[in-house]
C-alpha cells in the first residue's frame, strides 16, 4: 500500500497538511519499504481558508491508504477521507523512517481493521464463500 508524509525536509513528518512544501509517498508492505515519489508545492500554503492550495495535494496522494501528517484542518480532512485515505496525526515530529518500521511491524503481525479495511484501497473486493458439500 502507498503512505504519504507531510514534510518540510523529507526526513521527518513535520507539516500541517495544507502548509506542507513537500508530500513523500513510500510503497509499504509486510516485506519492506520503497520511496516512491516526492511531491514539491510552492506558493503562499499558509494562506488560511484558500481550498484551491489543496487540490494539489489531494491529487499527489490520491493513490495512498494513509496519510500522515503534523496537524490537517477541518475542511482538508474531509477531503482527505473522502478519498479513502486515513489520516494519521502525529504529535510531535517523528522519523518518516521509523514510521516506516512501526507500519511494517504492524503489517507482519495482525492489523486493526481500520488498517486492514485501507489495505484494500483500490483492489477488488473479493468474497470467498464456503461451498455446500
Known sequence: ??????TQDLKRV???FGWAK?????????EGHSFVEAFVFAGDLQEDGNEDKLQPKLDAIKDCAILYVAA???SGAARVVAQNIHPMKVNQPEEIS??????????????PPWLRKVMGKGQERKFEFEEEV
Open 1 to 6: 500500500m502507498k503512505v504519504g508524509f507531510a
Open 14 to 16: 513535520d507539516a500541517h
Open 22 to 30: 513537500n508530500i513523500a509517498v513510500y510503497e509499504v508492505t509486510p
Open 72 to 74: 490537517i484542518g477541518g
Open 98 to 111: 521509523g514510521l516506516l518500521d512501526k507500519l511494517q511491524d504492524v503489517l507482519k503481525g495482525s492489523p
